[in-house]
């Protein structure tokens, strides 16, 4: 079993809907938690950082972690079609040195 | 400010051959990482230095090595190439490393044939 699983869909919505990517993981140690954003021929791109639980917005982003649960989440409102991309989780934990853990991605389509 | 640089884009060589991939990280950031990643096996941690030290390191056979400059500048090498390197290598600058966020650059993309 992976230590951070994520399901790499494609997961393709209509335009305008509210999106929501997972995560779960299995290392209750933890700690810091990011999405990345990647578009094809690109290397990707940090969206939201958090540390510990909780909620963390930005713009049309908001970023979710429940510790309880091993369960984190990006949620995308009023998506638009420039959102289409793989979306990564990562985290981190003071036993691993603080080495980032990937998920594998999940791949976004929003249709127009 | 400007993000993180990798040269060459596009790097295509025969299997045997050596290859150095270059990476200028952000101004200020100290701490330089390097990934492979492929379709089939995603992000794959290579390694990483801070103040020209290698800090940590990945599961890679030996291969595959890198350096630090005095400036923060970063190269990797990987010697002996074979079909299986073929990826995008990625490079990763950050402030500090641990816990830090990183910051990717768009990556080399190797071909071996």
């Known amino acids: 079993q992976k230590e951070v699983e994520q399901d790499p869909g494609p997961l393709s919505v209509p335009e305008g809907a509210i999106v929501s990517l997972n995560c779960t993981y299995s290392?209750?140690?933890?700690?810091?938690f990011m999405w990345y954003r990647q578009y094809s021929r690109k290397g990707p791109e940090l969206l939201m950082y958090t540390y510990s639980s909780g909620n963390k917005e930005d713009g049309r982003f908001t970023a979710q972690v429940d510790k309880s649960s091993k369960y984190i989440s990006l949620f995308i409102r009023d998506s638009q079609p420039s959102d289409s991309a793989t979306y990564l989780c990562a985290m981190s934990s003071p036993d691993s040195n603080y080495q980032l853990i990937w998920g594998a991605g999940t791949k976004l389509i929003i249709k127009p | 400010k400007a993000g993180v640089t990798q040269t060459p884009r596009y790097l295509i060589k025969t299997r045997g051959q050596q290859v150095t991939l270059s990476c200028s990280p952000i101004s200020g950031h100290r701490s330089v990482s390097w990934y492979q990643q492929t379709p089939g096996q995603g992000l794959q941690f290579l390694f990483e230095?801070?103040?020209?030290?290698?800090?940590n390191k990945g599961n890679f056979p030996g291969r595959f090595s890198g350096r630090q400059f005095s400036n923060s500048r970063s190269e990797m090498n990987v010697s002996t190439l074979e079909l299986g390197d073929s990826a995008l290598y990625l490079c990763a600058s950050s402030l500090e490393g641990v816990g830090s966020p990183l910051h990717f650059g768009n990556g080399t993309r190797l071909t071996v044939t």
């Open positions: 230095y801070f103040s020209e030290t290698q800090r």
């Open positions: 290392n209750s140690a933890f700690q810091y």
